[in-house]
T-cell receptor
């Protein structure tokens, strides 16, 4: 059974701080990794995708991938109250027939306090 | 920016009734998906669809579920006889090969 694990939180940070979100996954052959933001009652919204080891930066967001450790993280710099949401880690899983699907973590609830 | 459109946004149905959830994927995408999220639980894969047929389905996707792409633009999920435990948010997604997934805004299904 392929799994994606995240700390459910809540993670609480003050406004302006760095929020660090972590994710581990079990499928060693996965190549594509995504962070989605989900507000309550809404659909997931793609924040970052990462495909190679190392860091990928986009504005205030940095995704980090370590395939050897099967670990993905998301850093949010200068956190804003509007960043308060649940952050979902999703891993692209490909089966023997080359069919893709996303395997999801439960999500980490982030609260940014003004 | 292209969007995946889902209708209705909220559907309330009685147990045992049939429901059809509708999705219009992004026009040049080739792969289509349904996922669901029961309140407080993980997003779960239901089914993927490519080239007018199911490419993969999960254990959840039993005989009560079916998908169709009736006219080249719509992509529907039918639940034949709804159960209380089918109450969830249902998300449609589409993707071109090797790119990220775009999700629709979801349909909240409430079975009473």
């Amino acid at each position: 059974q392929k799994e994606v694990e995240q700390n459910s939180g809540p993670l609480s940070v003050p406004e302006g701080a760095i929020a660090s979100l972590n994710c581990t996954y079990s499928d060693r052959v996965s190549q594509s990794f995504f962070w989605y933001r989900q507000y309550s009652g809404k659909s997931p919204e793609l924040i970052m995708s990462i495909y190679s080891n190392g860091d990928k930066e986009d504005g205030r967001f940095t995704a980090q991938l370590n395939k050897a450790s099967q670990y993905v993280s998301l850093l949010i710099r200068d956190s804003q109250p509007s960043d308060s949401a649940t952050y979902l880690c999703a891993v692209d899983s490909v089966n023997a027939g080359n069919n893709r699907k996303l395997i999801w973590g439960l999500g980490t609830s982030l609260a940014v306090n003004p | 920016e292209p969007e995946v459109t889902q209708t209705p946004s909220h559907q309330v149905t009685q147990m045992g009734q049939e429901v059809i959830l509708r999705c219009v994927p992004i026009s040049n995408h080739l792969y289509f998906y349904w996922y669901r999220q029961i309140l407080g639980q993980k997003v779960e894969f239901l089914v993927s669809f490519y080239n007018n047929e199911i490419s993969e389905k999960s254990e959840i996707f039993d005989d009560q579920f079916s998908v169709e792409r009736p006219d080249g633009s719509n992509f529907t999920l039918k639940i034949r006889s709804t159960k209380l435990e089918d109450s969830a948010m249902y998300f449609c997604a589409s993707t071109a090969a090797n790119y990220g997934y775009t999700f629709g805004s979801g349909t909240r299904l409430t079975v009473v």
